[in-house]
């Protein structure tokens, strides 16, 4: 298990970008599948973007494709999310998870279920 810490949530105009920050406790964070899933009022949790142990493989869902880019740094035992061109429709609570099993494993699910450890959220507000 590992414990995850978000932070860089905010209010933004349409257009506009935030950096989601997670920060993870624990000597195993390097070998960990980490993924970013978020959660809008009334809906469930959705799969966002997800990284390999290296950083050198990524996935997005289709609807942040192109405009969210996820990245690690394993020095500093953190994730990021790179959001940009945001969109009122990516208001939600945004969650980090982490995963001790494979890249390729893990995306084959994608889904809640599929990862193990998660933070408490960060919220997301995007006005138009």
């Known amino acids: 298990q590992v414990q995850l810490v978000e932070s860089g949530g905010g209010l933004v105009q349409a257009g506009g970008s935030l950096r989601l920050s997670c920060a993870a406790s624990?000597?195993?964070?390097?070998?960990?599948?980490m993924g970013w899933f978020r959660q809008a009022p009334g809906k469930e949790r959705e799969f966002v973007a997800a990284?390999?142990?290296?950083?050198?493989?990524?996935y997005y869902a289709d609807s942040v494709k192109g405009r969210f880019t996820i990245s690690r740094e394993n020095a500093k035992n953190t994730v990021y999310l790179q959001m940009n061109s945001l969109k009122p429709q990516d208001t939600a609570v945004y969650f980090c998870?982490?995963?001790?099993?494979?890249?390729?494993?893990?995306?084959?699910?994608?889904?809640?279920?599929?990862?193990?450890?998660w933070g408490q959220g960060t919220q997301v507000t995007v006005s138009s």
């Open positions: 998870a982490a995963e001790g099993r494979r890249f390729g494993t893990v995306l084959a699910g994608k889904t809640v279920a599929d990862f193990g450890s």
């Open positions: 990284i390999d142990w290296g950083g050198s493989n990524t």
């Open positions: 624990g000597r195993t964070f390097s070998s960990y599948t």
